[in-house]
């Protein structure tokens, strides 16, 4: 009995000692949240730095929707992402695919629904967002591209060239590596006139700014029906598989999504002054750095918690123990 009393003390002590950390931690991250929820102008101050220095900068003041407000900058105005469901996509506009073979848009309609990504090959950090989120999704679906739909990634830079579209279509296609994809997913580049016609057609606006060769624009995937209307917009750059699926299967069917909130990302130009790439993206990635706080804060206080139970229970089995003795 006495040799577990000893265990029974030793575990007590280390638990009083372990503790006052973990009490320390708590308080601080407590501190902390605190600190964000009272003031939350400095909290997103300081998350602002943090999201700068990886390359980012805070939404607009007018909100990430308001793309025709004044207070968006100059080079997002007029930028962003009408939802023209319904709508029918002109299939007899001419492309060139990752071979440089003139081709149709409607040669990819007719039996299978559709996915479309509009980016352009020699953008710096938006673009190859969208495609890794698409090749990401896709790679959960159990559909198959080239067998229950296709997927066509268009450049809506009239510079860019099939070589590019050929070497952007050889790495996602190894990223996906399922068979059959290559007759499934094509990257097409146009001229002025076609993309104009499409990107118009998709409610797709953007700008360029010829000074330094880059483009102003949104990211989202839109899904179309066999026919060539436009049933289902996705934005951001992460787009769940599972209604993914369902998008498929009701455009499969000619069926029309419902307009979805259009919570945007926004790539912006390189700014010369700061040498960094300006991206201005939406409150998603501030509530983000939040909540990444709070979780934190949760997971040590179920530590702190955690530690204090032990330690009472020890306490009281040696409480027990010497009331037996």
């Not at 299939?91 to 990752?98: A, G, K, M, P, W």
């Not at 099939?162 to 990223?175: E, I, T, V, W």
């Not at 700014?209 to 060539?228: E, M, N, R, W, Y």
Request: proline letters at 5%.
């Amino acid at each position: 009995m006495v040799w577990k009393f000893d265990l029974l003390k030793q575990h007590s002590v280390r638990s009083a000692r372990c503790n006052p950390t973990l009490k320390r931690a708590g308080i601080a991250v407590g501190l902390s949240v605190m600190f964000a929820l009272g003031y939350p102008a400095a909290a997103r101050g300081q998350i602002s730095k943090l999201l700068k220095a990886k390359g980012f900068q805070g939404p607009p003041a007018g909100g990430a929707v308001a793309q025709n407000s004044k207070t968006v900058p100059a080079q997002l105005q007029n930028v962003g992402i009408d939802q023209e469901l319904n709508h029918q996509i002109p299939l007899d506009l001419v492309f060139h695919d990752e071979t440089g073979k003139t081709v149709r848009l409607g040669d990819y309609f007719g039996t299978k629904p559709v996915i479309m990504s509009l980016v352009y090959f020699n953008c710096p950090q938006l673009c190859p967002m969208v495609e890794d989120g698409l090749v990401m999704s896709l790679r959960e679906l159990k559909f198959d591209v080239g067998k229950q739909f296709n997927v066509l990634t268009v450049s809506f830079d009239p510079n860019d060239t099939p070589a590019q579209a050929y070497s952007k279509k050889a790495a996602y296609l190894s990223m996906y590596n399922r068979r059959g994809a290559s007759d499934g997913w094509h990257f097409l580049t146009g001229d002025a006139a076609s993309i104009e016609a499409l990107t118009q057609a998709l409610g797709y606006h953007y700008k360029y700014d010829p000074k330094i060769q880059q483009f102003s624009h949104a990211a989202a995937i839109v899904v179309l029906t066999p026919q060539g209307k436009i049933a289902r917009y996705f934005y951001g750059i992460t787009y769940p598989s599972g209604q993914v699926r369902l998008a498929l299967v009701d455009a499969s069917h000619g069926k029309i999504g419902n307009p979805v909130d259009s919570v945007l990302l926004f790539c912006s130009h390189y700014d010369p002054t700061t040498g960094k790439y300006s991206l201005l993206i939406t409150r998603v990635l501030f509530l983000g750095a939040l909540l990444t706080v709070v979780l934190l804060a949760g997971f040590l206080m179920i530590l702190f918690r955690g530690g204090s139970k032990a330690q009472a229970r020890a306490l009281a089995t040696g409480k027990s123990l010497r009331a037996e003795r």
